[in-house]
C-alpha cells in the first residue's frame, strides 16, 4: 500500500470510527451517569473531525461517504439518516470513478437512417411539426416552439426528466437541418438530412453528437442507451408519416422558412406556399 493509499485508508477509517462513536452517544445520553463522559469524547471527536474534514475532501468513496455521515449527524438529523447519507454517498462516488467526474465529456456519435414511403416534400414538413413530437415519440414529453429558431424540449431518462434548448443553426427546406443544444444534464447536437430516393421514397439520415452529464445520463452512455432510443424513436416518426401524414397530407403545414448562421434569412409565406400548390 503506498502512502496515498494509506493515508485515504486511516481519514476512511477515522470518519467512520467518529460516525460510530456519535451513533453510540446518542444511545448514552438515555443514561444520567454516561452524559459527562459522552459530552468530554465529544469534544474530543468534534476537534478532529475538523482535521479529518480537509482530508477527508481529497480522498476516495469511503473516505467522502464517512464525512457525509459526519455532517448529517453535525446537521441535527437521525443516525439512521445519517447512515443513509454514508450509504448513498459511497454508491454516488463510487460510480462518480467509474463513470467520470463529470469534468470531463465523453462525445457519443450516433447515426441512425430510415427510408419512408413518402414524397420528400411531405416528410420534410411534418419533421418541422415539432409540437407533434410528443404525440407519437415515447420518451419526448412537451415540445415548446420559442421562436423560428429556438425550441425548448422535455423528455424523459430513466425516471427523471430533462430539458434543453436547441438553437437551429441551419435550416433549408427539404434538404436538412442542424441545431446545437445547451442543457444542464447534458445536450445534443445534430444534423437531419432528407434525401428523395424516388418520387414517393425518402430517406432521413440523422447524425447526432451526444454529451451526457449527470449519473443517468452517463449510466445510460454505458449501454449506448441513447442510440437504440434514437432508433426507435426515428421509427416511431416513420411509423407516424405512413399512418397519418400521408392519409392526410392537406392537414401537414410544415415551416418552409430557411435559417443561415442561426438568423432566419426567409421567412415562411403560407399564402405563397397555398398559391403554388
Known amino acids: 500500500m503506498n502512502l496515498r493509499a494509506g493515508v485515504a485508508t ?6 467512520g470510527g467518529y460516525l460510530a462513536a456519535r451513533l453510540a452517544g446518542t444511545a448514552l445520553r438515555r443514561f444520567r451517569p454516561g452524559r459527562r463522559l459522552v459530552a468530554h469524547y465529544e469534544a474530543r471527536l468534534d476537534r ?14 469511503l473516505t467522502k461517504a464517512a464525512l457525509a455521515g459526519v455532517r448529517a449527524l453535525a446537521q441535527g438529523k437521525s443516525p439512521f439518516r445519517a447512515l443513509l447519507s454514508f450509504g448513498w454517498t459511497a454508491l454516488k462516488e463510487t460510480l462518480a470513478g467509474i463513470f467520470g467526474s463529470g469534468k470531463k ?4 456519435n450516433i447515426v441512425e437512417q430510415t427510408d419512408i414511403g413518402a414524397p ?5 414538413d411534418q419533421w418541422t411539426l415539432f409540437q407533434d413530437f410528443p404525440g407519437f415519440m415515447k420518451k419526448v414529453v412537451s415540445v415548446n416552439q420559442v421562436s423560428d429558431e429556438k425550441v425548448d424540449w422535455k423528455a424523459k431518462i430513466f425516471w427523471s426528466t430533462r430539458t434543453w434548448e436547441s438553437t437551429i443553426v441551419e435550416q433549408v427546406p427539404d434538404r436538412h437541418i442542424v441545431w446545437r443544444s445547451t442543457g444542464a ?4 447536437d445534430g444534423t437531419v438530412s432528407f434525401h428523395e430516393l424516388a418520387p414517393n421514397m425518402t430517406r432521413v439520415l440523422v ?6 452529464r449527470g449519473l443517468f445520463e452517463r449510466i445510460g452512455n454505458l449501454w449506448r442507451a441513447q442510440g437504440r432510443r434514437a432508433r426507435l424513436e426515428l421509427k416511431h416518426f416513420r411509423r407516424h408519416v405512413m399512418t397519418h401524414s400521408i392519409l392526410h397530407p392537406d392537414e401537414v403545414r410544415g415551416w418552409r422558412g430557411e435559417i443561415r448562421d442561426s438568423e432566419v434569412v426567409k421567412t415562411h409565406e403560407p399564402e405563397r406556399e397555398a398559391a403554388t400548390a
Open 120 to 124: 420528400r416534400r411531405l416528410v420534410y
Open 207 to 212: 447524425v447526432l453528437e451526444y454529451y451526457p
Open 48 to 61: 478532529a473531525a475538523r482535521r479529518l474534514v480537509a482530508k477527508a475532501e481529497r480522498g476516495g468513496p
Open 185 to 188: 444534464k447534458g445536450h445534443v
Open 105 to 108: 465529456v465523453k462525445v457519443t
Open 10 to 15: 486511516g481519514v476512511a477509517i477515522g470518519a
